[in-house]
């Protein structure tokens, strides 16, 4: 088991990480405050799902792969960069009278668990991030396995934690400034933050 010291490092720079906008944030926020708050929960889950499968990926060695053929890493980034620009494009077009009623559709719960997770998965640097994060925090005197497994589930967990409460928080906003212009102009600008985030997505990396 690692340093309980190392342990409130690895939690604080994790909360750290959490608290600074990106897509994901984004799109959990987004979700619930313009679909309502379950839409918004299930896509942290999905975010959720890719993490634990980003951790997996990562103490198998894909990173390493990524690392070693840059034509994949950038394959994976662009097809990223696509499906960010594909949000921003249904954010875009979504009419007023799209928001669900609280609880209607299944498959729409489903679909908001997709896009974490997609959003999440196509994202390449998410994996590069637990590969370079990780291993700072893994001693080479203890089992490697059961520590990737106590850090793997506090980064899942944490990240779920954090996400939830986003969700929660931004659907009260909504509730809130759920009269007039407000649900168009937020659609716009979660539209234009998928937007940046695709372009910066796409061509940080070079």
């Not at 944030?25 to 980003?54: D, F, P």
């Not at 089992?143 to 980064?155: H, R, V």
């Not at 998928?194 to 940080?204: N, S």
Request: aromatic content about 10%.
């Amino acid at each position: 088991m690692p340093d309980p010291s190392h342990l409130l490092l690895f939690v604080a720079a994790l909360t750290a990480v959490y608290l600074l906008p990106g897509p994901d944030m984004a799109l959990v926020i987004a979700s619930s405050s313009l679909q309502g708050v379950r839409h918004g929960l299930m896509a942290a889950l999905g975010l959720a799902l890719s993490r634990t499968l980003h951790v997996t990926l990562s103490a198998l060695g894909l990173a390493a792969l990524f690392h070693a053929h840059p034509l994949l890493f950038d394959l994976v980034r662009w097809l990223g960069a696509a499906y960010l620009l594909f949000l921003a494009w249904k954010l875009c077009r979504a009419g007023a009278g799209e928001r669900p009623a609280p609880g209607a559709g299944a498959g729409a719960g489903w679909a908001a668990l997709k896009r974490g997770f997609l959003t999440n998965l196509l994202n390449p640097k998410a994996l590069m991030f637990c590969a370079l994060l990780l291993p700072q925090f893994i001693s080479a005197r203890h089992e490697l396995a059961g520590q990737y497994l106590l850090l793997g589930a506090i980064l899942v967990s944490l990240g779920l934690l954090f996400d939830g409460l986003y969700a929660l928080a931004a659907a009260r906003l909504a509730r809130r400034l759920a009269a007039g212009p407000v649900p168009r102009l937020s659609r716009l600008l979660f539209s234009g933050v998928f937007g940046f985030a695709a372009l910066r997505l796409a061509w940080g990396g070079q």
